[in-house]
């Protein structure tokens, strides 16, 4: 059961990146309701999967630090 919010999350985030407003909603989303260390986790995948949407980059300021 462990991460299958994450691992949905990632799904969501995956099949909204053709629009960056709908990535950032579900993006601010995803941050209330995943636990701290689910939030790193997306936090790195987040940086691999946007390195080449410049578009949706902006999407990571939404993430604490």
Known sequence: ???TM???TKTVLQKVSFDARLFSRELQKA???LLPNE???LRN???LFTTD???LQHSLQYLPV
């Open 45 to 47: 995948w987040l940086l």
């Open 6 to 8: 994450l691992e949905y």
């Open 39 to 41: 939030l790193e986790e």
């Open 31 to 33: 941050i209330q309701r």
């Open 53 to 55: 949407k410049p578009e």
């Open 1 to 3: 059961m462990a991460g």
